[in-house]
């Protein structure tokens, strides 16, 4: 059986997401405009950190919800690795 | 006059940032989909790390092209110091 | 009562921060010596990435052991949510 | 010849890293005293967010002399390049 997650936030994920969607698509119409690319640069990074945002939030839902129950049902161990293996890859 | 920046990649840029805003849109759908987070955070990490490269492209272009013009033309310590200021947010 | 932990790899961290400080005190050194710039930004970076091995060490221990405890004695939440600062204070 | 640079803020770059081994020797002392490991973490975080000051007052420093000198001097693209390099470093 496949693992599901049902987002307890899912909406506002969603949204979120819809908004850096249209700001990766402004980045491009900028680019294509031949705008000032220290501008671009700067509302590159404000996606960077709105995307930061998106990741901490999920993060954080996994972390109360599945691996709370997984250390319950006695499969903590492997759970807490999965999350250490996502960190690794987020501070890297 | 509003400054501009014809990049010189203008082509791939624009095909990357096309190639992010998909992946965007990816992750859009894994959350309304109730996919688990730990494969949501990955895919958001690659969506990072693809804008990232993004990122150091254009202030790689900006730096050899704007910021070399503005020494040359004696505005060199405005041109560097707005440098440093992208680098800041991009290191924070 | 305050809060201990005793490392399940107490000496090798130790030995990690003693090599540490040994690369901070030789920064220390190249600056006062008059090293190129460039070669003590890249002795920087390994101490970065130096550290940022360690926390990831620390945390990967506290997760499997506190973390896991205080969902075991009922705390989950509470240890989950100081788990989060502490991951989000890494990834600013 | 090897390259050297003088820092034009040299004495409160050495006070900085002398402040920073002390914060690491203190940090080994933690660890040795069995702290509690999210306060080492905390501790850790406050380290990098010290060296990364380090970073980028040197960072500031090199562009507004060694690159503007080397691009006066027709060795822009070289420097510019070596620049790029630490950033890519400093951004990993």
């Known amino acids: 059986m496949e693992k599901t997650t049902i987002q307890p936030n899912k909406q506002q994920l969603l ?7 249209g700001q990766v698509r402004g980045v491009h119409q900028m680019v294509d ?7 671009i640069l700067h509302q590159i990074s404000a996606i960077q950190s709105a995307m930061n945002k998106v990741s901490l939030a999920l993060l954080e839902d996994h972390a109360h919800h599945c691996v709370m129950n997984a250390v319950q049902n006695g ?5 807490i690795s999965e999350l250490m293996d996502v960190m690794k890859t987020m501070t890297k």
């Open 33 to 39: 405009n031949d705008r000032y690319c220290v501008d």
């Open 75 to 79: 499969n903590g161990d492997e759970a």
């Open 15 to 21: 949204n979120r997401l819809k908004r850096i969607e």
